[in-house]
């Protein structure tokens, strides 16, 4: 099963078709901003190995594995139960896609409650998924061709996952397609608009140019959203656990980018003194929305 959001280089903006500017060059990649409604974008799209697969697919790089304390820790397992609970408040039962499904954790707990599935291009993720959670994840694609979805599901959800794709536009319309009348579609992703984006501008953590290749704000992605046929009826934040060894580490990797990072590296060594402790944390800068298809 190959990706099929093929795209080749994009200089106009997805969302409102205005020119894009090079706005930062990081680890050799260029991030290209709208100056209009502020989408920002890797051009170059997903990282690709040699032989042509996204490092999402690609069984030799275990992409996640440094992140073991962030994707396979218990604090995942908290995180899907929160998302779970606000899926709660929209829908109580029946069939649910959740694309992207990385490790599992939020489908492994939505079973519970619903008839579930997972899509994740990761080999590995899904490996990993049926055997130690036993989650019923398949390898796939949001882009892939699968007609026997199509308006098939009463909830979608794509949690930290639109920001990874080189084809958000299509991701949606799919979304589109797959839900069924009365749907429902969650999406979390950063938000470039919050308050703790501007204040760190080009240090902004979420400006990992290697993963995060379609960034948004709340407000063009409901743009986009509607213009993909969408209503948007809420919009929130997140908050997360994190161990203080995952904080500790992001801090460093950021610590060589500014000087700003580097001192709260410095200055933050209780998280190396209690590596395993956890804390929640909302920046309020990744955003939720739930939204549902627009009546014609
Ligand atoms: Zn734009």
Not at 46 to 58: A, F, K, N, W
Not at 185 to 191: A, E, G, N, S
């Amino acid at each position: 099963m190959s990706g099929n959001l093929q795209f080749s280089i994009r200089t106009r903006c997805d969302i409102c078709h205005s020119a894009g500017r090079v706005w930062l060059v990081k680890t050799g990649r260029e991030l290209t901003r709208c100056p209009s409604c502020g989408f920002a974008w890797v051009a170059a799209g997903l990282m690709r190995t040699s032989s042509g697969l996204s490092i999402y697919e690609d069984s030799t790089r275990a992409l996640f594995e440094d992140f073991a304390d962030y994707y396979r820790d218990a604090s995942a397992d908290d995180a899907a139960v929160t998302k779970l609970n606000w899926v709660g408040e929209f829908a109580q039962e029946g069939r649910l896609l959740d694309v992207g499904a990385n490790y599992g954790h939020f489908i492994s707990h939505a079973v519970d409650r619903f008839d579930a599935i997972g899509m994740e291009p990761s080999p590995q993720a899904v490996d990993w998924a049926r055997t130690n959670l036993r989650a019923p994840i398949q390898r796939g694609y949001i882009g892939d061709d699968r007609g026997d979805f199509a308006g098939r599901f009463d909830v979608i959800t794509m949690f930290d996952v639109i920001e990874h794709l080189e084809g958000p536009l299509v991701a949606l319309q799919q979304c589109r397609r797959f839900l069924a009348p009365h749907g429902r579609l969650f999406i979390t992703t950063p938000d470039a608009g919050s308050l703790v984006a501007r204040l760190l501008g080009r240090s902004w953590y979420h400006y990992d140019l290697e993963q995060h290749i379609s960034i948004f704000s709340v407000a063009n992605l409901e743009r986009l959203l509607e213009a993909c046929g969408f209503t948007v009826i809420q919009k929130r934040t997140f908050a997360r656990r994190y161990r203080f060894s995952y904080i500790d580490r992001r801090l460093r990797d950021l610590s060589r980018e500014s000087m700003l990072f580097r001192t709260a590296h410095a200055v933050a060594f209780p998280l190396r003194l209690f590596p395993q402790r956890r804390i929640a944390i909302n920046l309020h800068d990744v955003i939720g929305l739930v939204a549902r298809l627009r009546e014609e």
